[in-house]
Every structure is written in structure tokens, then in C-alpha cells.
Nanobody
Framework: QVQLVESGGGLVQAGDSLRLSCTAS????????MAWFRQAQGKEREFVAA????????YYADSVKGRFTISRDNAKNTMYLQMNTLKPEDTAVYYC????????????????????WGQGTQVTVSS
């Protein structure tokens, strides 16, 4: 099993940047495909970005492509989400998630495919 803890959320203005972190404990996070999701108030939890197991391949929702960057540091068991040019519509609770999958290069983007979730960190972008 793996436990996930997010950090780095906060209140920023439109156009600002934030970096979220997701630290894993327990089984090493390099054994998992990882991703970020977000949930705005009154809306469904949605996919934001994913990074494949064992390789640096990354995948993004169209709404964040070009503005957000997902990365991972396996030595630190930590995944990051660098968010630039933030918009008010990016306001949400951001969750990191891990999915057990076999083989290097495997990745997941559907909420139902993830086995482990963090508690979430609030990001609020004011206009």
C-alpha cells in the first residue's frame, strides 16, 4: 500500500503560479502510475495530469495543457504539479492519486482506475 499527502495549495491571484507536492510513504511511488485530479465545488472530480510508471511520459487535460507540468522525483518519493498562469476556473481541491499497474510506461487517467488517494489541498485563484 501507499499513503499520499498533498501540500502547496493556497490563495493566489489570476496569472500567478503554484507548485503542488504529493509525498508518498509505504511502498515506493515509482511502482505506481500517478496523477493529479481536481474537484471544484459542486462539480465532479476531474482528471488534470498523469505521469507514467517508470518513465517520464506525461498526459494532460486540455484545460491545463501548456500551463501545468507534472513531474516526479523517485528518490524523494514525491510527485509535483507546477501550475503557471493560473485562472479562476482552476479553483478546486487538488488530489494526487496512485494506480498499481504493471510494466514501465503504463499510465492511468480515469478516476476509477486509481487505488490510492491523498486528502486533497485547496487551490483558490482570485480574479
Amino acid at each position: 500500500q501507499v499513503q499520499l499527502v498533498e501540500s502547496g495549495g493556497g490563495l493566489v491571484q489570476a496569472g500567478d503560479s503554484l507548485r503542488l507536492s504529493c509525498t508518498a510513504s509505504g511502498r515506493t511511488s515509482s511502482s505506481y502510475a500517478m496523477a493529479w485530479f481536481r474537484q471544484a465545488q459542486g462539480k465532479e472530480r476531474e482528471f488534470v495530469a498523469a505521469i507514467a510508471r517508470g518513465v517520464r511520459n506525461t498526459y494532460y487535460a486540455d484545460s491545463v495543457k501548456g500551463r501545468f507540468t507534472i513531474s516526479r522525483d523517485n528518490a524523494k518519493n514525491t510527485m509535483y504539479l507546477q501550475m503557471n498562469t493560473l485562472k479562476p476556473e482552476d479553483t478546486a481541491v487538488y488530489y494526487c492519486a496512485a494506480a498499481a499497474c504493471s510494466g514501465y510506461g503504463c499510465y492511468r487517467t480515469l478516476r476509477s482506475q486509481f487505488d490510492y488517494w491523498g486528502q486533497g489541498t485547496q487551490v483558490t485563484v482570485s480574479s
